[in-house]
């Protein structure tokens, strides 16, 4: 496979994603499954308002998700050479008809068993995630800077 199918393997397969934000000015990580659209590329997170995470991006919308593959049982190596890509860009909450106009919640139920239960849920809310800049690793000495609409134009990234 080439490193663009690579790529869009890792961001259709995964269920979940690390959301970095700034909670009063300080770096915050949480986890949070995802959904994603192309054409442009953009993600989509439901998450609570109860969350941390989601008072953060209210203050602050940048954000940034890293994406990668979980490590190869018994193989310790694995852990240093994972396939990850990591997105900085802006979260802009969405309203449940935007979600479902924009084939966020129809994604949503289709990836996730759970999505019925929590859809039904008032404190939940679906925030969009735009990229304005990204970078691949597909392991080692294999680094990429990511632009275009996708994020699919790869540049090596070598010494």
């Not at 924009?102 to 994604?107: D, I, K, N, S, W």
């Amino acid at each position: 496979m080439s490193a663009v199918d690579n790529l869009n393997a890792l961001l259709d397969l995964q269920p979940v994603a690390s959301l970095a934000v700034l909670e009063a000015g300080s770096p915050a990580v949480s986890l949070v499954p995802f959904v994603v659209q192309r054409d442009p590329l953009r993600f989509a997170i439901f998450i609570s308002e109860l969350s941390s995470h989601t008072q953060a991006l209210r203050q602050d919308n940048r954000a940034a998700l890293m994406i990668h593959e979980p490590p190869t049982p018994g193989d310790p190596r694995s852990n240093h050479g994972l396939m990850r890509v990591m997105v900085t860009g802006e979260a802009e909450f969405l309203s449940r008809e935007e979600a479902l106009t924009q084939g966020f919640e129809p994604l949503y139920r289709a990836k996730y068993e759970i999505a019925e239960m929590l859809l039904g849920l008032a404190d939940f809310h679906f925030c969009q995630i735009t990229p304005k800049a990204g970078s691949f690793i597909q392991g080692f000495g294999q680094a990429f800077r990511l632009s275009g609409p996708n994020l699919d134009r790869l540049e090596h990234i070598s010494r």
